[in-house]
């Protein structure tokens, strides 16, 4: 990435080579998720939780309650 910057050169020195402590962490947690998420792929949509076909169908919102003051209709 940086091969010929002193700069970078002495940043690693001091603090370590940190984008690449980042990309290794990265494709550690990529693989732990690859591994947690296989149960689920291979059960497929089967028992997907099912969602309603639109907003509104299943639910209600609930009205607020009037402002201390202002007058209820």
Known sequence: MFQDSPIY???VAERGDVPAQVRREAE????ELEYVMRPLQ???PALAPERPSS???GWQRAALPPAPGQRSF
Request: net charge positive.
């Open 42 to 44: 291979s059960l497929g």
């Open 55 to 57: 907003p509104g169908g």
């Open 28 to 31: 550690r947690v990529n693989r």
């Open 9 to 11: 050169d002495r940043l």
